[in-house]
């Protein structure tokens, strides 16, 4: 257990789910020639999509879902963190992948509960926002029943949580979202054409036969929801394993940050070297880090 709290093992855990994430969007790439941008769930997921970030693909890498706002009973939308870049990537790109993970869980909350919320909550405010412009919208895309713009995994959420979801949803989230001030009207409906719908794919230790979903590419914004740990994994086949080794960083990766890591990944975890020789790499380049940039570092 000791052994799994040193930097070299969390480090060499990410390593390990990166390839995981790794393989899943080169699957896409090979099966239906997508290339949909990765986008890193912060903070967690940057350590695990950092080298698949790309703003050639898109200028924007990154989205801030909170576990804590999907959480049982919270199912809150947060109107701090309202993520209207992400309209913006799958409006040019026609989806995205999102990058997380979790200790415990085969699908942390952010991605099985708060995603969901944010996706049905923009979907039922679009609808609701073109009719009061004199547009309706098209009956092809849009459902009659609202209810049908929530999509959360089966395998997670029951069909009474998901009701009780909806009810919040339709109690407050919609107005509270609409009211908040921070929207453009017009660009909202001008970007989103399509409802949002989210998807699921999860670790579960064989990344070579991962079961792609079936996207409806022509009705849908697709967001797939990429869940790269799997707390699963048997303690005597990979003793030095940990799920959602990034979860924690600030206690146990000794100030390195994801690019620090990646951009110097054969330095810090040299084939061979030892739980000391990772602690002194991770030492000698934040230090560099900070003496070079310290802002840049801090940032």
Known sequence: RKKRTRARYRLLSIERDFNFVEKVVALHKHA?????????NQRCGSWYAHPLLSTALSPTTSCYFKSTDGHVGTWAFSLKRLNLQVLDVVSSCGGCFIVDA????????????????WCAVINASVV????????????????DDPR?????????????????????????????????????????????????????????????NVELPRYDVNKYFCLVCISCSNPHTSRSDIPWYTAGAADDDETCLRGL????????RETVISDGGSDGDTDRNINMIVKQAQKDDEEWYQH
């Open 102 to 117: 979790s200790k415990s869980k085969i699908l942390p909350d952010s991605l099985s509960r708060t995603i969901p919320i």
């Open 32 to 40: 239906d020639s997508r290339l949909w941008p990765v986008l890193a």
């Open 128 to 143: 609701h926002l073109a009719k009061q412009r004199g547009v309706e919208p098209d009956v092809a895309l849009w459902r």
């Open 257 to 264: 940050t994801p690019a620090l890591f990646w951009d110097n």
């Open 148 to 208: 049908e713009f929530l999509f959360t995994p089966a395998e997670v959420i029951s069909n009474e949580e998901r009701s009780e979801i909806w009810a919040k949803i339709i109690d407050g989230l919609v107005s509270d979202f609409m009211a908040c001030g921070s929207i453009d009207v017009d660009w909202l409906l001008r970007t989103v054409k399509k409802p949002l719908r989210p998807y699921w794919i999860c670790n579960k230790g064989d990344a070579e």
